[in-house]
């Protein structure tokens, strides 16, 4: 993406306010994913909010 913002004119300041939009999504999408996992958790195996909110957390350390 680097040398497509930069070679539509955008240059280098435009390249890394990118780079920072799309890693923002990429953070919210993950943060929406372990929501939406912790309460099917919940709801498929009655497991609380809180702890599924946990195990999701430290997957992601693994």
């Known amino acids: 993406?680097?040398?497509?913002?930069?070679?539509?004119?955008?240059g280098y300041l435009g390249s890394t306010l990118t780079s920072l939009i799309?890693?923002?999504f990429t953070f919210n999408f993950f943060a929406l994913e372990g929501s939406i996992?912790?309460?099917?958790?919940?709801l498929g195996l009655h497991i609380p909010l809180p702890v599924g909110y946990r195990a999701k957390v430290t997957d992601a350390h693994l």
Do not use: I, K, N, P
């Open 1 to 10: 993406m680097d040398l497509l913002t930069r070679g539509a004119g955008f």
């Open 22 to 24: 799309y890693a923002s």
């Open 37 to 42: 996992m912790a309460q099917a958790l919940e």
